[in-house]
């Protein structure tokens, strides 16, 4: 099974700041992946497909990258909202894995 | 508006078995796949299966070929998840979800908890 790691587990910020979360596979997964957004008490929502792809409806402070078999999620000006957890998933080869999450506390 | 909708949190003794449901609403189920995604706070997400409620065809992690059977109601719009001989491994939250492609989830249902204690 391809192995996700995902870091950093949590991180605090501020209000307005840009954070960045990482993925890295343990193979290529050829751009392969999703991020996705869980708030407490509420259902997973995918913010990102194809390591780059907005999904509808998602704000653009939202963006994801890769380089090699790293892969990342930025987050631009930081609002209340994304307080959440984030977790990454490839969707390139059987079985579908995921990331450990990242737990955002906005400050 | 795409929901779905998880049948409520389940109490069994070990060695019994459970079924979930989860009922669509804002789509045919017959249009697209469904996965089932288990959480453990400690061992995060684990990808289960998937059904094609089209046809019934099924597509399951190894490890959880002989745990779960996924089935739908194409009459009801519910896909459902048996999942048998429980033990306290199986004490989790499970997540129905929608798939968009193949395997990239555009939807998911609000988790089911299910509990295995004597």
């Known amino acids: 099974d391809i192995q996700m790691t995902q870091s950093p587990a949590s991180l605090s910020a501020s209000l307005g700041e840009t954070v960045t979360i990482e993925c890295l596979a343990s193979?290529?997964?050829?751009?392969?992946l999703a991020w996705y957004q869980q708030k407490p008490g509420k259902s997973p929502q995918l913010l990102i497909y194809d390591a780059s792809s907005l999904q509808d409806g998602v704000p653009s402070r939202f963006s994801g990258s890769e380089s090699g078999t790293q892969y990342s999620l930025e987050i631009n000006s930081l609002q209340s909202e994304d307080a959440a957890t984030y977790f990454c998933?490839?969707?390139?080869?059987?079985?579908?894995?995921f990331g450990g999450g990242t737990k955002l506390e906005l400050k | 508006e795409v929901q779905l909708q998880q049948s409520g949190p389940e109490l069994r003794r070990p060695g019994s078995s459970v079924k979930l449901s989860c009922k669509a609403s804002?789509?045919?189920?017959?249009?697209?796949?469904m996965h089932w995604v288990k959480h453990r706070p400690e061992h995060g997400l684990e990808w289960i299966g998937w059904?094609?409620?089209?046809?019934?065809?099924?597509k399951y992690a190894q490890k959880f070929q002989s745990k779960a059977t996924l089935t739908a109601d194409t009459s009801s719009n519910t896909a459902y998840m048996q999942l048998s001989s429980l033990t306290s491994e199986d004490t989790a939250t499970y997540f129905c979800a929608r798939a968009a492609g193949t395997l990239v989830m555009d939807a998911w249902g609000q988790g089911a908890s299910v509990t295995v204690s004597s």
């Open positions: 059904i094609d409620p089209e046809d019934g065809e099924t």
């Open positions: 998933q490839q969707h390139h080869d059987y079985p579908p894995t």
């Open positions: 804002g789509y045919s189920i017959t249009d697209y796949l």
């Open positions: 193979e290529d997964i050829y751009s392969n």
